[in-house]
Each structure stands twice: as structure tokens, then as C-alpha cells.
């Protein structure tokens, strides 16, 4: 495979607090959640075609796991900026997925982000001159929250974005995956319809992620996810999103890699990632 001339990492996103508040009359979900992001995920890279064909590879430990068909977001992603911008570039896209998919912590969502960074700078493209967050929200709801991939209060569906005074840069992060896909989409639906109250952002390892419980009926292997990362003595663990990836917050990269060999050791059909916030 060709080097790229340009790359992106598209940062893995954790929810480390995430309150649904409402089901909607269309079926979506109000929610609080405060997003941060780990310094590794998937790497999107990008060579400027000059027939405007776009086209894209996918290589990587989970690249079998999705499709680089159209409805990739990545090629959505790229449809939707050229669009906005009114020109004919293409570029040939390679994505390395090391993240796995439908997990919780916005692969997709993440990929598609990367992309409009990625092409705003290969085709040049001023962002004063395109309504990013309308061509992002549009994408998915995560997808508005993945562009800065900052630390970041979400409220609506996640797309209205407040800024908040939290520097959680280098904390050590473990995440772990049962590697049994857990749909967005079904998780919401089993969600029991009880608003158990608002999340202040700067209180949110007291807050909750109030999708666990309806995740672990759809995916039961999350419970002992949970119970494994909580015995290796985290500062606080929890499940990311719709799940089924849950974190760990380590006091010191030590405590967090021994509890990666740990759990590697004990669980080799689990993935996990050895990370830290940005
Ligand atoms: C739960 C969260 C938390 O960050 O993350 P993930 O678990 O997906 O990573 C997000 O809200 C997911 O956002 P995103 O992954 O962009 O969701 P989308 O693709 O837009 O929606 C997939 C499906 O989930 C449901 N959905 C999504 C968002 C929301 N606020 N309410 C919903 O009910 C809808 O049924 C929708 O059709
Ligand atoms: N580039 C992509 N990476 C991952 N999933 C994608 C991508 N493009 C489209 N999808 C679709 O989006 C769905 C959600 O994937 P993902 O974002 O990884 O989940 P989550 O938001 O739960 O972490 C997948 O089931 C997949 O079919």
C-alpha cells in the first residue's frame, strides 16, 4: 500500500459520564455526557487524486469487521465536505481500523471526523468557508464532539457542545472490549425510560453512564468486563457509550500496564488498549 502524503489519528472516544434524560417522539435520546478522547485510535490517510474519483482501503486488526462500501462513514464524510464546498477533488483514503466496531467508543464516528480534518487540509479548504458542525451533526450524533476530539460537555443528542473547565491530559486509560459487537441503535430501545437525574460535567466521576444496564441485557458479557477492570483497582471504572468497551482511569502508568498484562493473561479473547487522555 502506497504511503500517504497525509494522516489523521482518529482519537478513540470515551464517555466517561453519560446520563439519557428522554426518549423523543422521533426515537432518538436527549442525553448529558461529558466526552474526552485517548491519544491512540484508528489512523486515516489520505493522496489527493486528481480524476475527483475517492476511494477507500481498509487494512488493520478489525478492517474484516465493516464495509468500504458508500455508507462508510469515512466516504460519507468526504462526499458530504466536497459537497459543502462546492469542488470536484478526490483522494484515494486508507484506513488502518485498529478499533473495534459498534464498541462504544465512536469508531465510526471518530473515522468520520478524521476525514473532514484530514480533506480540509489535502483539498485545501478554508473551515470558515464550510458550516462544519451542520456537516458533522448530520454525520451522526457523536460526530460534532470527535471533530476538536477535546474534552467536552454534550447535551441534545450530544451535538450541543459546551466547553468545560476539566484538564484530564495524560490520565492514564485501559480499555477492554469482550469483542462482541454491541449496537447503538438496540441499546437506547432497552433503555427503561427513568430519568435518574442531570450531570454536572465537573462532578462526573460521581455521575453514571445510564446505558450500561440496558447494554448488559443485550450484550450479558459487559458485567464481567466491569467486575474484571473494577479487581485491578482503577481510580474509577465504567462502560463507555452503548458499549460494550468499558474503561479504566489508572493513578500511574505502572498500576495501568500490570493490569493490561493482567488481563490480557486472563482473557485472551478479550481486546484491550493501553492509552491515556488528551
Ligand atoms: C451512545 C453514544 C454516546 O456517545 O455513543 P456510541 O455508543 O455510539 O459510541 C452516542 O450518543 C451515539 O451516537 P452515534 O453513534 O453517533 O449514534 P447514531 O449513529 O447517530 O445513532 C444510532 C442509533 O442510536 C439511537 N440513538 C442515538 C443517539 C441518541 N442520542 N439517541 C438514540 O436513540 C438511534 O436509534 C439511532 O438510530
Ligand atoms: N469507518 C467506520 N468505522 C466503524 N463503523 C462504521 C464506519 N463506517 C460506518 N460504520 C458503521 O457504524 C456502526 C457504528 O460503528 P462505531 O462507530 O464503531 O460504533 P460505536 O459508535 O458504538 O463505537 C457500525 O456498525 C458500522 O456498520
Redesign the pocket.
Known sequence: MQVPALSEIAFA?V?LA?H?RA??AD?????E?L?AFCTDGDVLGATAREDGALTLAIEGPFADDLSAGEDNLVLRAARALREAAGIRSGADLMLDKRLPV????????ADAAAALRLLLRLWAISPADVDLARIAAA?????P?CLGSHTVF?A???EKLEPVALDLADMPVLLVNPLVA????P???AWDGEDRGPLDPLDWARGRND?AAPAMEVVPEIDEVLAVLRAQLPRLARM????ATCFGLFASTAERDAAATRIDRDHPDWWTLSTRLR
Open positions: 472516544k464517555n453519560l439519557v426518549r423523543r426515537g432518538y435520546h436527549e442525553l455526557s466526552f459498534a464498541s462504544g467508543i465512536g469508531g465510526g464516528s454525520l451522526g450524533a457523536d460526530v464532539a454534550g441534545g443528542i450530544g454491541c449496537p447503538t441503535g441499546v437506547f430501545a446505558l463507555s457509550g452503548s458499549g
